[in-house]
């Protein structure tokens, strides 16, 4: 398993583990049975609510004829890739929350979702925001959503571009 490993980093092990058992035709209540745990544990870390400990990694991966440590080296994966995200999280700009009423601040993916991002600042963001907003993607990315990379006396045309229909 160790070759197939590494395309599973940064997902939840309760995935994985999931997706070995029905490879194996395994239902996971008498999995869990059989390896001397509670089906609530294994039905927990299939919905990815809970982690994988060391102990419960061993009884895993033995019972699944997989390396030792497999199942536990998912986790730490997962936990990692937990980190990252949280650390690109603290990296991003912050607006006013009545800007996003409709979506989970801690769920906007800054880099990914720029587009909607900037239509958002530039639509209904005060002109500190608006400055914040152009420091933190740069020129290129409001000129390819705004259609104007200038700031002439702290504003930009809004959606210059798209008026033009």
Request: charged share 30%; aromatic share 10%.
């Amino acid at each position: 398993m160790e070759q197939r490993l590494d395309r599973y980093y940064g997902i939840h092990p309760g995935r994985v583990l999931e997706r070995e058992l029905k490879k194996h035709h395994l239902k996971k209540g008498p999995f869990a049975i059989s390896i001397g745990e509670y089906p609530q544990v294994i039905n927990e870390i299939t919905k990815a609510r809970r982690g994988v400990s060391p102990q419960l990694s061993l009884k895993i991966d033995h019972a699944l004829g997989l390396e030792e440590g497999a199942f536990y080296l998912l986790q730490a994966h997962y936990e990692i890739d937990q980190v990252k995200k949280a650390l690109k999280q603290s990296d991003a700009p912050s607006f006013r929350k009545a800007l996003f009423w409709d979506t989970d601040m801690g769920k906007i993916d800054w880099q990914k979702q720029y587009k909607a991002v900037i239509q958002r600042i530039f639509e209904r963001g005060t002109d500190e925001e608006r400055q914040q907003v152009f420091d933190f993607y740069g020129r290129d990315k409001i000129m390819e959503v705004t259609g104007n990379d200038q700031i002439a006396g702290n504003t930009l045309p809004v959606m210059a571009h798209a008026k033009k229909r």
